[in-house]
């Protein structure tokens, strides 16, 4: 099994730390606003790579924090007239219900930086042992210039870097690199106190904390969006390896790609900026979700609606095969070709899926199968037998995708009864060359959101 790391700029055959376990850790949002398309993706893909750890018989340990103290947190907070604590109170609910709807599973662990002052405070108090610190009038400093490795992460020579910080630059720092560890307080700010003076952490200090905290010196894997990369994971590694030594914190590091929008990055600056709960009102999470693991995790995604209706085109066609397959009574004899086929897909699956996650690959396994399996019964040649091993592959598969097996439908046993009695109707009025009563039956059951389709073996409906 192949991931590619970040740190090494390449595919490396993946060795846990620990046999059978995979320890993760994720940089999760900012609760200072609701989530946005890059959040989905980013939590998408790593739930995807997290799943299919699972799927492959790894005990997983997963992490992801909500940042809820933050300058952009105390700057929203004030625009709302509400305490910090209200804001991230409010916002994190709305992220648990988006990521529910894009089927993410909840962490193992949940950080807030404040419910981990305390480890922040003790990580800078080793740092300052260790001479990596000094002390300005606004707060303590991580003095990079002690730390030779720092920019080999994002491969940068340290002149050649760019800031890119939350603040602007402190004009009295050692180097214009350096970046805050405890900020002091400001009138109106929460604070807490430290032997430093009172305070809150800088935003890089909170996840080198949890991260140590919850899953020790050292863990598998590290990862987050490429936007985080530099300056925020860079200064986690200073952090982390200056406190703890070059052989702690993650072993491999991993970064999703960013949503581009016309080719450019979607950000509120540029006014090309769309939230989870905009797009969930015009389109199924499902499709959504789809849309992200058609690209691989790394590439970018140049999002439109276009790409949108092309993915829910596509997953149409695995709903409408599923659909189909669960209506197969027939008890003709097992098709002799269909384990192959599903071996041969599985077989595939996994190796496009061992090759760093490559969910692209995967899905065409998929779509394979379903291109096959619609053609065997456009023939008719499958029967109950058949049935339960195509639902079962993609029910397997699908323990990754979270995507291929449709809601099941929540009508009633009467109701299904009037369907399937109007059906027979409308058959009776096709047979008695009664068209227009035929189409009148079926306008109905569109309009009670249910759509017929006439095949070679009789006629299917599904709810739409």
Not at 263 to 279: A, C, P, R, V
Not at 418 to 432: F, G, S, T, V, W
């Amino acid at each position: 099994m192949k991931i590619y790391d970040s740190a090494q700029k390449k595919k490396v055959v993946f060795e846990e730390l620990s046999s059978g376990k995979v320890s993760i850790y994720v940089c999760g949002p900012t609760v200072y606003d609701i989530a946005h398309l890059g959040h989905g993706r980013s939590a998408c893909s790593f739930d995807i790579i997290r799943r299919y750890f699972i799927y492959k018989g790894f005990d997983v340990s997963y992490i992801s924090n909500f940042t809820d103290i933050d300058d952009k947190m105390i700057k929203r907070a004030e625009e709302e007239k509400i305490s910090v604590k209200e804001l991230s109170e409010k916002i994190i609910p709305e992220y648990d219900k988006d990521y529910e709807e894009l089927g993410i599973m909840r962490p193992d662990h949940q950080p807030r930086a404040t419910e981990f002052i305390e480890p922040m405070i003790e990580l800078v108090e080793k740092l300052e042992e260790k001479g990596f610190t000094y002390k300005l009038e606004d707060g303590i400093y991580y003095d990079i210039s002690k730390y030779e490795q720092y920019g080999q992460l994002s491969k940068q020579k340290l002149e050649d870097l760019e800031m890119g910080a939350r603040i602007k630059v402190n004009e009295d720092k050692k180097n214009p690199y350096d970046f805050v560890l405890w900020k002091f307080k400001k009138e109106g700010e929460p604070f807490w106190p430290s032997k430093w003076g009172d305070g809150r952490p800088g935003w890089h200090l909170e996840c080198s904390a949890m991260s140590h905290a919850i899953l020790g010196q050292q863990f598998d894997i590290h990862g987050g969006g490429l936007d985080l990369k530099f300056p925020h994971h860079e200064c986690e590694v200073a952090q982390s390896k200056g406190a703890f030594g070059q052989d702690s914190f993650a072993k491999y590091w991993m970064h999703n790609g960013f949503i581009n929008v016309d080719n450019e990055k979607m950000s509120k600056s540029l006014g090309n900026f769309f939230t989870l709960k905009d797009i969930f009102k015009r389109y199924d999470p499902k499709v959504v979700r789809f849309m992200f693991i058609q690209t691989h995790y790394r590439n970018p995604i140049n999002f439109s609606d276009k790409l949108l209706d092309q993915a829910k085109a596509a997953l149409k066609r695995v709903h409408d095969l599923v659909e189909k397959v669960n209506r197969i009574e027939d008890e003709n004899a097992p098709n002799a070709n269909l384990d192959d086929l599903i071996e041969h897909s599985k077989e595939k699956f996994v190796s496009f899926m061992d090759d760093d996650f490559d969910t692209s690959g995967a899905l065409g396994a998929v779509f394979e199968v379903v291109k096959e399996v619609n053609q065997l019964l456009s023939n008719g040649n499958l029967g109950r037998a058949d049935k339960e091993k195509i639902l079962a592959f993609l029910e397997d598969v699908d323990q990754v995708f979270q995507v291929l097996i449709p809601k099941k439908s929540t009508l009633s046993d009467k109701e299904k009864v009037e369907i399937e009695n109007l059906i027979k109707e409308r058959n009776q009025a096709r047979d008695d060359k009664d068209f227009q009563k035929a189409d009148e039956i079926r306008d109905q059951l569109v309009s009670k959101g249910i759509m017929l389709e006439d095949t070679s073996s009789g006629t299917v409906w599904k709810k739409i």
